[in-house]
């Protein structure tokens, strides 16, 4: 069975939480009365199991949710929706060089996450690799490394 975790950013200060920390475990997309989303994520740790207590649900910022993708970089740190990696092969890495950036998203058409590449800013490589995917049944977990998110780090995209 793989693990289905999400993350977000806290909302505002919970619990043990400040705003803006990463909060990690299961989700829960808040409904109004009439079953209607009323855009409220809350993340939930889990960690009180006594009499089924789920834990503490914590709110987070919808833009920042992302859904582990049930894999790990060559140091053996989970990788999520939006992260940004780095990659050993070609276009990501040519010539000892760093020219691309990988963006992990989830791509609906076929229904899997995938690495889409980009140009790393301040770049000058020639090529037209922005635009191209990896999925994860191509996946080398040897090849990548995360580098950083696109929440904590936009200076890494575009």
């Not at 089924?52 to 993708?69: A, T």
């Not at 990696?85 to 000892?96: A, D, Q, S, V």
């Not at 049944?137 to 780090?153: H, K, P, T």
Request: hydrophobic fraction near 30%; charged fraction near 30%; glycine fraction near 12%.
């Amino acid at each position: 069975m793989r693990d289905i975790e999400f993350r977000g950013k806290c909302f505002k200060d919970y619990f043990d939480f400040q705003c803006g920390d990463w909060v990690f475990g299961g989700i829960v997309h808040q409904t109004d009365f009439y079953g209607d989303p009323v855009d409220r994520y809350y993340i939930i740790d889990g960690t009180d199991t006594q009499d089924y207590d789920i834990g503490p649900e914590i709110r987070v910022d919808n833009e920042s949710v992302g859904q582990y993708i049930g894999r790990k970089d060559r140091n053996g740190k989970k990788i999520y929706e939006g992260d940004i990696l780095k990659g050993e092969e070609y276009p990501f890495r040519h010539n000892n060089e760093y020219n691309y950036y990988g963006e992990v998203c989830w791509f609906d058409e076929e229904g899997q996450f995938g690495v889409w590449a980009y140009k790393k800013p301040g770049v000058d490589a020639i090529g037209r690799s922005t635009g191209n995917v990896r999925y994860l049944d191509e996946w080398d977990q040897e090849l990548w490394e995360v580098i950083g998110n696109i929440y904590d780090n936009p200076e890494l995209t575009f």
